[in-house]
């Protein structure tokens, strides 16, 4: 069974690109996503790379794409409460590719093949 998804304020994720370039484009950095199975998707951005974070269940440290071979880092974070946040750039991939990876995650429930990412477990 494919798990479905909804994003953090219960909407349908049928068109989860669209969905999240709206969000940013209403000035929202921080969107979560979540599948029937219990598990959480993770996405902040600001607006030129994102931190996409998958995890399998709230208690769960999960894992994040990388950027292997970025250097320095991005500020401009924005969490909802927020909190104003800046990360390396490893640990974030440009925005496009963050779209992608969502993409693939909401649709096939993995990650993309291609796609890099650390274990944070």
Known sequence: MIESWVVDDGSDVQVVLETLRAKIGEGQLETWLASSSGRKLAFVTNAERALVVLMDGEDDAGEHAVDPGAEGSSGGFV??????????????????????????????????????????R
């Open 79 to 120: 969490l909802s409460n927020g909190q104003y946040d800046e990360y390396p750039d490893v640990d974030t991939v440009p925005l496009e590719e963050a779209f992608r990876i969502v993409d693939h995650i909401v649709s096939r429930g993995t990650w993309p093949a291609d796609a890099r990412w650390a274990v944070d």
